[in-house]
C-alpha cells in the first residue's frame, strides 16, 4: 500500500527540548516537502528537498532542521529555537521536481504540542 | 513573492446549493494553480490543478475551477453541492518553468454544508 507514513500521531514536547517528525514514503518520489498549518493560516512551507543529501529552506524555516540521507525518509527536527512550536506538521512528496506542474501527496500529518 | 488570497474563511450552504469558493493569486510570471481539499480526520488531497491548456478544468467530485489570467483568479464551482463536500479547501500556487520551491497556499476555506 503506497503513501507516506507520519509519526507520531500526536507528539507533546516540553519547553527547550528538540523533537524529530519522522516521515517515510514508498512512493519512490525524489521531491519532499515539510509544511505547518496553524488554524486560519493555510499551509506555510518550512523546507523542501529535490534530492537525496539536498534540501532547501522555505517560507519559516527559522527554528527547525531536516536531513535527506535516503530518497524515502526526510525527518524534520523542530529546535528549541524555534518560537512558536505548537501546529499541524504536514510532510509532502512529489514526483520530481520539475516545473511545479507534479501533484503533492501528503500524509496524514504530526500535531505539536509544546507544554 | 507570490501570495494566494482566498476570499472566504467560511462558508455554510444546504445541500444542493452551488458552490463558488474564490482565489486570487499574486505572482509576476506563468503560475501552476491548485485546489486542494481535507475532509475531517483525512489527508489533504488533490481536487484539480491547472498548468496550461484550457483555463476550465474539471476535478474529482464535480468540481471544476476556471482559470482566468487577467483577473489573477482560479475560482473553485460545483453546480450542486453534497453534505460530504463539507471540508476545508485550500488554493495554491507555484511558479512555472523551475519548480523552484514548494506550494504557497490560501489560508483556506471552512465549507459546511446542512442536510
Known amino acids: 500500500d503506497g503513501g507516506i507514513t507520519q509519526s507520531p500521531k500526536y507528539l507533546f514536547r516540553k519547553e527547550g527540548q528538540n523533537v524529530t517528525l519522522s516521515c517515510e514514503q514508498n512512493l519512490n518520489h525524489d521531491a519532499m516537502y515539510w509544511y505547518r498549518q496553524d488554524p486560519g493560516q493555510g499551509l506555510r512551507l518550512i523546507y523542501y528537498s529535490q534530492i537525496v543529501n539536498d534540501f532547501q529552506k522555505g517560507d519559516i524555516a527559522e527554528g527547525y532542521s531536516v536531513s535527506r540521507e535516503k530518497k524515502e525518509s526526510f525527518p524534520l527536527t523542530v529546535t528549541s529555537a524555534q518560537k512558536n512550536p505548537t501546529a499541524f506538521y504536514l510532510c509532502a512528496s512529489s514526483v520530481a521536481f520539475r516545473a511545479g506542474t507534479d501533484t503533492q501527496y501528503f500524509g496524514p500529518g504530526t500535531r505539536l504540542t509544546v507544554l | 513573492a507570490q501570495s494566494v488570497s482566498q476570499h472566504n474563511h467560511h462558508v455554510i450552504l444546504s445541500e444542493a446549493a452551488s458552490l463558488e469558493l474564490g482565489c486570487n493569486y499574486s505572482y509576476g510570471g506563468t503560475v501552476n494553480l491548485f485546489w486542494y481539499v481535507q475532509y475531517p480526520g483525512q489527508h489533504l488531497q488533490l481536487l484539480l490543478k491547472?498548468?496550461?491548456?484550457?483555463?476550465l478544468v474539471k476535478g474529482i467530485k464535480g468540481f471544476e475551477a476556471e482559470f482566468i489570467k487577467s483577473k489573477f483568479s482560479f475560482n473553485l464551482r460545483k453546480p450542486s453541492v453534497q453534505w460530504s463536500d463539507t471540508a476545508e479547501y485550500f488554493c495554491a500556487v507555484n511558479g512555472a518553468g523551475g519548480g523552484a520551491d514548494g506550494l504557497t497556499f490560501g489560508k483556506g476555506t471552512h465549507l459546511i454544508i446542512q442536510p
Open positions: 491547472y498548468f496550461s491548456g484550457d483555463p
